[in-house]
C-alpha cells in the first residue's frame, strides 16, 4: 500500500513554487532527510532533465522524478509534493504539474510493488483530481489509503 511508503513525513503541500528545479527539491528533500538518498541524487535529476527533458512527467499533471540506483541511492523511498497552483515542466502535453511523487529505489525490481500501486492510482482521474485538491496531509493519506 501507499501509505506504507506516503506519511506525514514525506508529504508537502505548497501553493505555489517558481520552477521545475524547486518543485523537483521540494520532493527530493524528504528522500535526503531521512537517508534514502544523498544530496547526489537530486542533481542527478536535474542533470537528466538537461540531457533528455522532463522524462519523469509520466501524464497529465504527474511527475515522479528519479535518478538510477547508482546515483546516491541508499534506499528504496518515496515522497510527495502537491502543488496547487501547478509548476511548469518543459512537457508540453502534460503541463503545469500539480502531483510529484518523488521515487528512490535500490534496483530495478524492490519497488514494482509501489510503483504498481502508483500506477493504479495514476489511472483513476477522479483520484488524481481528488489528489490534486487535497489540503491537509491528513486528506492526503485518505485518498491514498486505497492504493
Not at 523537483?24 to 524528504?30: E, N
Not at 528522500?31 to 547526489?40: F, H, K, N, P, Q
Not at 497552483?85 to 518523488?102: L, R, W
Not at 504498481?116 to 477522479?126: G, K
Request: aromatic share 8%; charged share 20%; proline share 3%.
Amino acid at each position: 500500500m501507499l501509505t506504507d511508503w506516503i506519511n506525514e513525513h514525506n508529504i508537502r503541500i505548497i501553493e505555489h513554487t517558481d520552477n521545475w528545479q524547486s518543485a523537483v527539491a521540494l520532493a527530493v528533500q524528504p528522500l535526503i532527510d531521512v537517508g534514502a538518498v544523498e544530496s547526489r541524487y537530486l542533481q542527478a535529476i536535474y542533470d537528466m532533465h538537461r540531457e533528455i527533458g522532463p522524462y519523469y512527467v509520466l501524464g497529465e499533471g504527474i511527475a515522479m522524478p528519479h535518478a538510477r540506483p547508482e546515483e546516491g541511492v541508499i534506499h528504496t523511498a518515496l515522497s510527495l509534493v502537491i502543488v496547487s497552483g501547478g509548476v511548469t515542466f518543459n512537457s508540453e502535453e502534460n503541463d503545469p504539474v500539480y502531483i510529484i511523487f518523488a521515487l528512490a529505489a535500490i534496483d530495478s525490481h524492490s519497488h514494482i510493488e509501489m510503483i504498481a500501486s502508483l500506477s493504479h492510482l495514476f489511472c483513476d482521474d477522479e483520484v488524481v483530481e481528488k489528489l490534486r485538491g487535497c489540503r491537509s496531509k491528513q486528506e492526503v493519506l485518505q485518498t491514498i489509503r486505497q492504493y
